[in-house]
């Protein structure tokens, strides 16, 4: 046990305020939390760096407990190690090795260059992969990046990760596959021998440039470098059709209209998240659920759009061919990414006899490859494990089957005018010329095409705030 006095703290890199579980909701007065505070620091009698994460308030003593033995439990270079613990009263610390950096705090260091931001994020990616590997194959324990905080120690320029709330040593979370998805041509051309110290060097981006793939390039800009927002309460007609991968161009009209443009793409493949295990999945492609067992519940079901890179591989092609330079222009493009559709199953009545829900097979709502459309029914009520002899709505009703409601988000995908000058200046650097479409043909995608004419379609539909894009139809 060190001595709380002889811990040096220096300066606060973060705080954070937590509130006990068991508490319930509280206002500001009679508030129970507590704060754990990060701090560079030195412990007297020693020359190195450590840095301090400090405890203070009802219950820090057993937080400060539990992640103690957590983080006596785990040892890999890429996890926080400690150092040593310290207590006084109703103060109580962790030290760990090294002189700790937040990491977006290390990133804003080089915004400036595209390149290395990249070469960073690769970096990063590499070696949360790392610590995944290990947590799993020792404690049967996924990693969850989106609950931790990511540090860089500055000795090593090693990415350090601090599991906050995400891990505890003797309850894994065994599960099948990672909750997020990490950049799978992360680990690509950059291995442990490669670093991210020294990043000012004059050559570095030269460096950078060589070791990563276009693969790698256009994923991290597509998975961390994007703006990734919803477009709500879907109200297009069923005869709409849904162009995953297409992008479109918002333009400033009345509130509740969007116009769109969009460029024909020639995917032939599309991808669907099947509906949940929960149901049984008959010969059909219909998908039968116990009522009993989706009383009160969502259903959801997603398509993504089909090599989300081709558009981020020739954007610049279209819009030097659209002569666009503004900034304002180049951020009102959009990816439409993502489609979910949302089936709300409302409480079943007790006195309910029992019954099924049948989704329809998911292949229903392609209208042709690439492209989806609405059905206003998904779904329907039956009394026979066979679905045949569907329960009108007023017969659903009547013996306790609640209406299933049909919703649906757009999930639309875009990039400042910054991220598209460093694509620029890579694609450039890897001998493509980037007001062509050379590149996406040597890397296989389909190719966008330019429009022929400048007709928008208009379609009316609820906006989440005056500001926002509505909802739109999407055609071929």
């Known amino acids: 046990m060190i001595s709380m006095g002889d811990v040096d703290l220096r300066a606060e890199l973060h705080h954070q305020l937590r509130f006990d579980a068991d508490s319930g909701v509280v206002g500001r007065r009679g508030r129970r939390g507590w704060f754990r505070r990060v701090y560079s620091a030195r412990v ?3 020359k190195f760096d450590l840095t301090a994460a400090i405890y203070e308030g009802h219950s820090a003593e057993k937080d400060w407990r539990q992640e103690m033995e957590k983080y006596a439990a785990v040892r890999h270079p890429n996890v926080i190690q400690l150092y040593g613990v310290s207590s006084a009263g109703s103060m109580h610390a962790l030290l760990f090795h090294g002189d700790l950096v937040p990491y977006d705090q290390f990133l ?3 915004q400036h260059s595209l390149i290395l931001t990249v070469y960073i994020y690769a970096y990063a990616h590499a070696q949360l992969m790392a610590v995944d590997d290990y947590l799993y194959s020792n404690h049967r324990h996924w990693l969850d990046p989106l609950r931790c905080l990511l540090w860089i120690r500055r000795s090593s320029g090693l990415l350090s990760i601090d599991f906050g709330s995400d891990f505890s040593s003797d309850a894994g979370n065994d599960i099948d596959s990672p909750p997020i998805r990490y950049a799978s041509a992360a680990t690509g051309m950059i291995s442990s021998r490669h670093s991210i110290t020294s990043l000012d060097a004059s050559d570095k981006e030269i460096l950078a440039i060589e070791w ?4 790698q390039f256009h994923e991290i800009c597509f998975l961390d470098l994007s703006q990734v927002r919803p477009i709500s309460s879907y109200m297009a007609p069923a005869s709409a059709t849904i162009n995953l991968g297409a992008i479109i161009v918002k333009s400033s009209l009345a509130q509740g209209a969007v116009a769109l443009r969009q460029y024909v793409e020639t995917s032939d493949v599309d991808h669907g998240a099947p509906w949940p295990e929960c149901g ?3 010969d059909d492609g219909r998908v039968r659920f116990k009522s009993h067992r989706i009383s009160n519940t969502v259903l959801d079901l997603d398509f993504w759009a089909p090599r989300p890179e081709a558009w981020l591989s020739q954007a610049n092609f279209i819009f030097k061919n659209l002569q666009l330079t503004a900034q304002a222009d180049l951020e009102s493009y959009a990816l439409v990414d993502c489609v979910q559709f949302h089936l709300t199953i409302p409480p079943i009545a007790e006195d309910a006899p029992a019954g099924y829900l049948f989704a329809r097979p998911q292949e229903d709502l392609r209208c042709y490859p690439g492209s ?14 066979s679905g045949l002899h569907p329960l009108t709505t007023a017969e659903a009703e009547r013996l306790g089957f609640p209406p299933v409601h049909l919703t649906s988000e757009i999930w639309l995908r875009s990039w400042d005018a910054s991220i598209y000058a460093g694509l620029r200046k890579f694609h450039a650097a890897k001998g493509f010329n980037p007001d062509s479409q050379d590149m996406a043909r040597h890397l ?3 190719l966008y095409e330019l429009p022929s004419d400048l007709n928008f379609t208009v379609i009316h539909g609820d906006l989440p705030d005056a500001t926002a894009a509505g909802d739109g139809q999407l055609t071929r």
């Open 44 to 46: 007297d009698g020693r």
């Open 108 to 110: 804003q260091l080089y």
């Open 212 to 215: 990563l793939s276009l693969e």
């Open 280 to 282: 049984y999945r008959m």
């Open 372 to 385: 989806l459309k609405r059905l206003d029914r998904l779904a329907y009520w039956s009394l026979l494990p």
């Open 444 to 446: 296989g995608c389909p």
